[in-house]
Nanobody, 123 residues
């Protein structure tokens, strides 16, 4: 069972950057993903990285602005968010996918979830 703890959320202004971290109890064979959920909306896919860190997939809404990466030595996955917009405001969740190949963009593909971290972007 993989345990996940997110950190790094906060209140920032439009156009600035923020880096989220997700510490995992273990994840060497898992793909890792980030999802987000805004008030009144369904949880949506943001980005995923495969077990090796060499394959990444992004939602169109964040492509070119967000970067997902992983540090196997630290059992940590990151989400670097640049050029933030008010529509990026949401609770961001880290998740683990037992399929090491990655590219899973649906919630049902992920078996373990963190508690979430709030990101608020003011205009």
């Amino acid at each position: 069972q993989v345990q996940l703890v997110e950190s790094g959320g906060g209140l920032v202004q439009t156009g600035t950057s923020l880096r989220l971290s997700c510490a995992a109890s273990t994840f060497s064979s898992y793909s890792m993903g980030w999802f987000r959920q805004a008030p009144g909306k369904e949880r949506e896919f943001v980005a995923t990285v495969n077990w090796s860190g060499h394959t990444t997939t992004y939602a169109d809404s964040v492509k070119g602005r967000f970067t997902i990466s992983r540090d196997t030595a630290k059992n940590t996955v990151y989400l670097e968010m640049n050029s933030l917009k008010p529509e990026d405001t949401a609770v961001y969740y880290c998740a683990a996918d037992p399929n090491p190949l990655g590219r899973t963009t649906t919630l049902t593909g992920y078996t373990n979830w963190g508690q979430g971290t709030q990101v608020t972007v003011s205009s």
